[in-house]
């Protein structure tokens, strides 16, 4: 059965007559255009999309550039104290009593 339904398909399909080459050179023009068409309003708008957000892409620039000069200020301003801190521990630590030393 199988068989038979395999051949009626081929031999229908077989019947039918491949389309005119003039048929598939409109059609390969016509993709062709479209796909130009399509590509073109991609750009245009890909174009606007950056130019109606350049404002804040800069204004986020800018504010992101402000925010690293604070933190790098910050960090600094953290790091001098941490190292006066040390400094000053290792001073007390380290200084030598004027008392003589204990004869225990």
Request: aromatic share 0%; charged share 30%.
């Amino acid at each position: 059965m199988a068989a038979t339904l395999a051949l009626a398909w081929a031999a229908a399909t077989h019947g039918e007559s491949p389309p005119a080459s003039d048929t598939k050179t409109v059609v390969k023009e016509d993709a062709k255009t479209v796909g130009h068409a399509v590509a073109h309003s991609a750009r245009t708008v890909g174009h606007e999309v950056a130019d109606k957000t350049r404002t804040a892409r800069e204004t986020i620039r800018a504010d992101s550039k402000k925010a690293g000069h604070a933190v790098a200020h910050s960090a600094k301003t953290v790091g001098k104290t941490v190292k006066d801190g040390a400094e000053k521990v290792k001073t007390t630590v380290t200084r030598k009593s004027d008392d003589p030393p204990s004869k225990d």
